[in-house]
């Protein structure tokens, strides 16, 4: 066996009640990220814009106790229904592939990502817990990311279409 040399999977799939654009946006934003993603400790220097092909970003993570610098470049991008990113860091890397489909007035949010540890988090002590771990932040992640943009769509959405009864509103003014 080659240490470092083991592609891992992780996918899951989650509805969120927000418009695919808001969760893509949300997505495609790395200033957005430390609001949701679990294991981000914080962000770097980040070039073009949100979203856009060929834009890129560093993220801070933390993985194992080890701080591991991670840099992205948006590959893939068709808002709202696709995002792509590819990490790279010392000695490993990521895919991480997220498809957003519409589903009763909110989203399908589809996630898959592949990637390989940095050799020294893999011979490390911890190295036979971190796919658990990793797997189990993954899940809290978009756990997470439903929460903000569910949040989000519910402010959003407030005062739309509702009739208002205060001081000021035709039904208060016509009760006067």
Same mark, same amino acid.
């Given at each position: 066996m080659v240490w470092g040399a083991t592609v891992s999977h992780l996918s899951t799939t989650i509805r969120v009640e927000a418009s695919p654009e808001a969760v893509f946006d949300l997505i495609a934003d790395p200033t957005r990220a430390p609001e949701w993603q679990t294991l981000l400790a914080e962000m770097g220097e980040i070039s073009g814009r949100p979203g856009g092909v060929g834009s890129s970003y560093i993220g801070y993570y933390r993985v194992a106790g080890r701080r591991i610098e991670g840099r992205f470049v948006v590959t893939a991008a068709e808002r709202p229904r696709l995002h792509q990113a590819t990490v790279t860091t010392r000695g490993g890397w990521t895919r991480w592939t997220t498809y957003i489909d519409t589903a009763d007035g909110g989203s399908e949010v589809r996630v898959a990502l592949e990637y390989e540890l940095p050799g020294e988090i893999v011979r490390s002590v911890l190295g036979m817990l971190t796919g658990t771990r990793i797997q189990r932040a993954f899940h809290r992640t978009y756990l997470n990311l439903k929460r903000v943009a569910e949040a989000e769509a519910a402010r959003a959405g407030a005062g @739309? /279409?509702?009739?208002?009864? /205060?001081?000021?509103?035709?039904? @208060?003014? /016509?009760?006067?």
């Open positions: @739309h /279409g509702q009739i208002v009864d /205060g001081p000021g509103s035709a039904a @208060h003014i /016509g009760a006067e």
